[in-house]
């Protein structure tokens, strides 16, 4: 058996008291572990300490359920600690946590030395499935951070109460980051608080809420808002769902009608509502046709409101361009929905939550629609290929007939999960490309270059 050495280093944005107090609660590790780790904490757990012990239920590989045992043996605050694998999938595993004040910032470096099982096979597949796991494991964690730790600015005298519906998913998360750094107070409404909980700022308030429920409820949730952003998904998406509800229609359409509906009697002064590039009555897809629907609800709501129609979202945490790279960590190729050949004007997760924090703000955005797109357009196989060059990685990129998709994805949505469906093969390849000098001639602001946006992730803090 082979040592392994693995190397990780991230940047946040907060002091380094409250860095160290966040990663030494163990409850906060399921926080900013994967959830295909399955990680949950097995029994209660004391204080941090050299010498605690903690067990957890883990999932290391798919399908392959495990206990994992720790010991703290080295606890320094606020500059260390040190947990060993005292039983688990490895051989051998030893974690040093460090932590560095960097002004009002913290560098966390994280030396993990470990040894896989199973002898020379065990060798053999460390570079091809257990290093590859690892690496994805903190670059989430990466992600995580910046979610529930992003650095803020000071306590402003005139913030607003600001619910966000959509809150946990990717564009209403990178917008609930973005106004918790502004000084705003957040609330976030879901059907699913125990778990949204778990995924956002401390800070955030929670509100139960059902956007397809009782209207009176809903004015209920909204109590005290002074302004909404909707920016609602449903999980999976693109893949529709329609037994469990989880279409289009229904989300994004109804379900912002809905809000919408009760805002004004809920005294709320400026919606926000994230649409979509393309969005129309006479729309060709579906899809843009029910974001046309969501658009009139919120112009007939009474309530100043801005619209933003953005074209491909990129981020740490999106569903598309993300869902290619995946493939890079397993196989020699990168295959493509199609030819690749649509053109794409992607805009950075960073960029869609400036600009909807702006409009809640800037009378130039009052009741105006605002394409917003990337400032460079690419093919999709371009962007791919760029993003491949980021993040270091020499991969084939392998375009399929998208006829050949959609026949093979009439199969694959029948079974559980709906991994792939035929609208969804055309949602993807779709493209997505817009004016923006409305938007910059109203409010003038700089977008973030592809390659500038994907560093951000894919590229710095990695682990090696």
Do not use: C
Not at 20 to 26: I, K, L, S, V
Not at 160 to 185: P, Q
Not at 189 to 200: D, E
Request: glycine share 8%; hydrophobic share 45%; no cysteine.
């Amino acid at each position: 058996m082979s040592v392994r050495h693995l190397h990780s280093t991230l940047r946040v944005d907060r002091p380094i008291d409250e860095v160290f107090a966040f990663f030494e609660r163990p409850e906060n590790l399921d926080r900013i572990t994967p959830p295909w780790m399955g990680m949950r904490i097995l029994g209660a757990v004391g204080q941090m300490r050299e010498g605690l012990e903690i067990d957890y239920a883990i999932t290391p590989f798919p399908h392959v359920p495990a206990r994992w045992r720790s010991r703290i043996t080295a606890y320094d605050p606020p500059n260390s600690f040190t947990d060993v694998q005292l039983r688990g999938p490895y051989a051998h595993w030893e974690h040093r946590h460090t932590f560095r004040a960097d002004g009002d910032a913290t560098i966390v470096e994280d030396d993990v030395t470990y040894e896989v099982p199973l002898g020379r096979l065990g060798d053999l597949v460390e570079p091809l499935f257990v290093r590859p796991r690892l690496r994805a494991i903190f670059d989430h964690r990466t992600a995580a951070m910046g979610r529930l730790l992003p650095g803020r600015t000071a306590p402003r005298g005139d913030a607003m109460t600001v619910v966000v519906a959509g809150g946990t998913g990717f564009v209403g998360g990178g917008i609930v980051t973005e106004l918790v750094r502004r000084g705003e107070h957040v609330v976030v409404l879901t059907h699913r608080p125990r778990i949204a909980r778990a995924n956002l700022p401390d800070a955030v308030e929670v509100r139960a809420a059902d956007v397809n429920g009782d209207p009176s409820l809903l004015e209920m949730a909204l109590a005290g808002a002074d302004a909404l952003v909707v920016a609602l998904a449903f999980p999976n998406a693109p893949m529709e769902d329609p037994a469990r509800g989880w279409t289009y229609e229904h989300v994004d359409a109804d379900g912002t009608a809905a809000l919408v509906g009760v805002a004004g009697r809920a005294g709320v002064k400026r919606i926000v509502y994230i649409s979509g590039a393309g969005a129309a009555e006479d729309a060709r897809r579906h899809w843009f046709r029910a974001k046309w629907r969501a658009e009139q609800a919120v112009k007939e709501s009474g309530v100043t409101a801005t619209i933003i129609r953005p074209t491909w979202i990129y981020g740490p945490q999106d569903v598309s361009l993300n869902r290619f790279l995946k493939f890079a960590r397993w196989l020699p190729v990168v295959p493509l929905t199609g030819a690749g050949s649509q053109l794409l004007a992607p805009v950075f997760i960073d960029d869609v939550a400036r600009l909807a924090a702006d409009s809640l703000r800037e009378q130039a955005a009052a009741d105006r629609t605002f394409e917003l797109g990337g400032p460079e357009t690419f093919t999709m196989r371009q962007i791919v290929t760029i993003a491949l060059h980021v993040s270091g990685k020499r991969r084939l990129v392998l375009p399929a007939p998208a006829a050949l998709l959609r026949f093979g994805a009439q199969a694959i949505q029948r079974l559980p999960g709906r991994k792939l469906t035929p609208d969804g093969v055309d949602f993807v390849n779709q493209p997505a490309t817009v004016d923006v000098g409305p938007l910059l001639a109203a409010l003038p602001r700089r977008l973030t270059p592809l390659r500038e946006g994907l560093e951000t992730y894919l590229s710095t803090n990695r682990a090696r």
